[in-house]
Every structure is written in C-alpha cells, then in structure tokens.
T-cell receptor
Framework: NAGVTQTPKFRILKIGQSMTLQCTQD?????MYWYRQDPGMGLKLIYY???????DKGEVPNGYNVSRSTTEDFPLRLELAAPSQTSVYFC???????????FGPGTRLTVL | GDSVTQMEGPVTLSEEAFLTINCTYT??????LFWYVQYPGEGLQLLLK?????DKGSNKGFEATYRKETTSFHLEKGSVQVSDSAVYFC?????????????FGAGTRLAVHP
C-alpha cells in the first residue's frame, strides 16, 4: 500500500502564481485533510472533506481552495501565491470519525 | 478554546538517558489524546494514543498516561536511542464545529547523541 502520497515534494513559486498540491490515498478513507506547518508551530487545519463531493473550511482557509471529486484525491489549490503561504503542507486521511489520521510526507512550498 | 501546550525544545540527551516530554491540554468534553512523531524529511506518524482517562498508550518503548485530573499526557521513554531523534507532537481530538478536529501542540525537537 502506498498510503497517502503527495506531489510535488518541493516547489518554489513567485508571488501571484498559482499551483495545485496533489494528495492521493489508496486506503478508501472517507475523511481527508489539508494542514500547514509553519516553523516551530504545530499543524493548522486548512480544509477537510468527509467524503467525495463534500468539503469544508478549517482554521486557516483564506487563500486556498479544495475539491473532492473522488474518494482517492483531494487537491489543494493556491490561486494567488503570497509569501505568507510559505510553509510545509501535509495531507492526511482516515477511514471513520473515530479512526487515526494517516499523514503524507509533505510538500515544502516557498513563495518569493 | 481547546489547546495543547508542550514543553519547548530542543531536548538534547545522551543515548540510554530517560526521556520526558511534558504535554498539557485544555478541552471541553472528553478528548482523545495522541503523540505523533516526525522524523527528518517525513510526515507525521502516530506514535501512541489514549482515548479515555487513566488509559496508557504505549509503542516502541514510549508510553503516556491520560491524566484527567492534571489534564496531562506526558511522553516518557526509559532509554532513548539515537534513532529516536525527531520532533514529537502532542495532539487532542475533539468534535468542534460539526467535525472531528485534531489540535496540535507546537512540537518538541529531541536530539539524542551517542
């Protein structure tokens, strides 16, 4: 099993550019999450999804968008990149509401 | 609101030393508690968890006990190894705003030297 995979591993963007961070899980999990991790800080929830076609905002959604057209995929879109979005982004998934979250390896994004 | 506070790092220990990383929490209701570990260049992995008061979670020689009276979930290991060098995150899980939410502490970096 691949688990939770994320691409790319690293990316440098210029201010104003857009990009999509990909996240795929092969565990048939219903719940998927996007977090950002800033230096010296814990993870903050950006968006989450409880199933295909259903998404909702977390604590820090501004500047991001998501979609969930399939159970497996949960891409995160940055439309107008800003330096404040420099961070490490983690995708996670879990099967049911009381289950453990499994994390991907992360995408390190720098906006200059 | 709900929150997790961890001791600040870095924590630097010699191999075979005893480890304690303190974690306290604030939450309404009855959260589940977790310790996650992040090795260099990798994502977070669940290390152990406890779902109710007085439960002890354990894995790979690490353990933590859910103490409701002191709202704590301190991580301990009797004899650390160089391979335990990583960042450790304490977290709690609550139902908030209609969804099950994980709230993380800031993380504690552990460095173990031979």
């Amino acid at each position: 099993n691949a688990g939770v995979t994320q691409t790319p591993k690293f990316r440098i963007l210029k201010i104003g550019q857009s990009m999509t961070l990909q996240c795929t899980q092969d565990m048939n999990h219903n719940y998927m999450y996007w977090y950002r991790q800033d230096p010296g800080m814990g993870l903050k929830l950006i968006y989450y999804s409880v199933g295909a076609g259903i998404t909702d905002k977390g604590e820090v959604p501004n500047g991001y968008n998501v979609s969930r057209s399939t159970t497996e995929d949960f891409p995160l879109r940055l439309e107008l990149a800003a330096p404040s979005q420099t961070s490490v982004y983690f995708c996670a998934s879990k099967r049911g509401i009381a289950d453990t979250q499994y994390f991907g390896p992360g995408t390190r994004l720098t906006v200059l | 609101g709900d929150s997790v506070t961890q001791m600040e790092g870095p924590v630097t220990l010699s191999e075979e030393a005893f480890l304690t990383i303190n974690c306290t929490y604030t939450a309404t209701g009855y959260p589940s508690l977790f310790w996650y570990v992040q090795y260099p260049g990798e994502g977070l992995q669940l290390l152990l968890k406890a779902t109710k008061a007085d439960d002890k979670g354990s894995n790979k020689g690490f353990e933590a006990t859910y103490r409701k009276e002191t709202t704590s979930f301190h991580l301990e290991k009797g004899s650390v190894q160089v391979s335990d060098s990583a960042v450790y995150f304490c977290a709690l899980s609550v139902i908030s705003g209609g969804y099950n939410k994980l709230i993380f502490g800031a993380g504690t970096r552990l460095a173990v030297h031979p």
